[in-house]
């Protein structure tokens, strides 16, 4: 896949692009380290050898630039910039694919945005929730390892899987510049605001005509499935629920084979 960049409101916006075929925008989620690599690296390949991918870094988070004033977490902005992706994408019908807050970007634009035809939630957000201790420790900045690792355990079902490498990719975007200062002001005060800010109204989910396949963890403790995605999929004329098993929160790392078997039957 190819790093391109374009220009948001003064911004560099950095996405990779490559893959032929039907239009897939891929959106990243917002824990400390979160980047399109972070997020979608076991998965990107065999997606592109599928589809035309695009994936891009929301701004302030990978490679794409960062605010020049605060509130550093602004999710119309972030809505505002995949509608700009869109206009860059090719076709009349696109797909998306988005984790966990991306998920409330992705059924946001399908709401309103006829070109969509697809979508593939995982771990969304979109519902009224209260945030648990491994909600607050996603959107809080880890000082160190130790911390890295207790936030990962939040996400990831299987320990195991959270191994030096994962860690040190981890610690090469958080540990680098003032991302630290940067990341602790995005999520400042009560975490409540940002749940709230990615909600979806029954009327907004109602309007949501293509097919939608909503992935979930069973074991997702961060962002349980019951008030998320079992929840909006009620609302959804045509949303289909996968509820995976010894899974939490980062379904694309825990299970990618899984996730690629799921993407494919949805985008064809």
Known sequence: MQDKSFDFRGIPVHYMEGGSGFPVLMIHGSGPGASTLGNWR???????????????????????????????????LWL???RAMLA????????????SISGALALKLAASEPRVAKVMTTGTMGARFTPAPETLRCWTFPKNRDELRLAAEGLIHDGSLIDEAY???REKVLYSGDYESYFGE???GDKQAYVDAALLSREELARIRCEVLMVHGREDRAFPAEPLSLT?????PQADVALLGQ????????FPKKFVALATGLFG
Request: with cysteine.
């Open 167 to 169: 860690l040190s990719n």
């Open 42 to 76: 076991l998965v990107l390949d065999p997606l592109e050898a599928c589809y035309h991918v695009f994936a891009m870094d929301l701004v302030g988070f990978g490679k794409s630039g960062r605010k020049p004033a605060p509130p550093y977490f602004d999710f119309p």
């Open 88 to 99: 860059k994408m090719p076709g009349d019908r696109v797909g998306i694919i988005g984790h």
């Open 232 to 236: 909006m999929a009620r609302s959804i």
């Open 247 to 254: 899974c939490s929160h980062s379904i694309a790392f825990e």
């Open 80 to 82: 505002e910039q995949c």
């Open 186 to 188: 995005m999520f400042q």
